[in-house]
């Protein structure tokens, strides 16, 4: 397990960040963090299994190994990214004594939908999450050439959405935090996940709070208002 700390200057709530999938450069998140410090959140930056500093020698760039056409060793590295997850989290809440909340973005907010099905946490803030893995990897340009891969050996649609089953936040029934501590932020322009697939959840999770930006899949991390909304609800939800 390896995190990162950007601390607020004058702290007054913890934010655990998951980031993305094929991450490799922290600078993409720089504005989001400065503006959660700002309104005085320190954000605890999990690093994902195969990424940044866990990046293999022999892996062409970060993520490689965290999904690819190698199906097992990604179910692995999904199961791991959340025990790892679970137990920052747990660290950081016992570290400061105070309400933590997950916040994730694309992948990272699977992998914290993921948890929350597991155990309680205080609550969680997810940002343009990745809830339907399998039509991802089937129907996003982004894995074409796995998609290949896979159907070069044989394996189907149907055969990988069993395999994923457990892991789909869309499949989950029953999860271990009050609904109204489930925060769901999208962006209008989404050109990575299908926007129907955000509806499927929120529709399956009978979410209470879905926020919508005017924003992409990565630049709504650019977006002011969004680290006021967090904020916003880390004290108004969690009982900070």
């Not at 993305?20 to 954000?43: A, H, R, T």
């Not at 992948?107 to 155990?119: E, K, Q």
């Not at 343009?128 to 399998?134: L, S």
């Not at 050996?153 to 055969?159: H, I, K, P, R, V």
Request: charged content about 20%; hydrophobic content about 40%.
């Amino acid at each position: 397990m390896k995190g990162r700390c950007f601390c607020a200057k004058e702290s007054v709530g913890e934010i655990v960040f998951v980031h993305g999938l094929y991450e490799d450069n922290m600078e993409i998140y720089k504005f989001f963090i400065s503006m959660l410090n700002e309104q005085g959140m320190n954000v605890h930056l999990m690093v994902l299994p195969y990424h940044y500093e866990r990046t293999p020698k022999e892996s062409a760039f970060s993520g490689e190994y965290f999904w690819s056409a190698d199906v097992y060793r990604s179910a692995l590295a999904f199961k791991q990214a959340v025990y790892d997850l679970c137990q920052f989290y747990n660290y950081v809440q016992t570290k400061s004594g105070r309400a933590v909340w997950i916040t994730g973005f694309s992948m990272g907010g699977g992998i914290g939908l993921s948890l929350v099905s597991l155990i309680p946490i205080d609550g969680i803030f997810v940002i343009n999450p990745v809830c339907n893995i399998t039509e991802l990897m089937w129907h996003s340009a982004l894995f074409s050439t796995i998609k290949n891969d896979l159907e070069a050996n044989g394996l189907t649609f149907e055969y990988i959405k069993n395999m994923y089953s457990l892991y789909e936040p869309l499949n989950i029934k029953d999860i271990k935090i009050p609904k109204d501590k489930v925060v769901m932020a999208k962006g209008l322009y989404d050109q990575i996940n299908d926007p129907r697939n955000y509806e499927l959840f929120n529709q399956k999770w009978e979410l209470k709070h879905e926020l919508s930006y005017k924003a992409g899949h990565l630049n709504i991390l650019r977006v002011p208002k969004l680290a006021t909304d967090i904020t916003n609800y880390y004290f108004d939800r969690a009982g900070a």
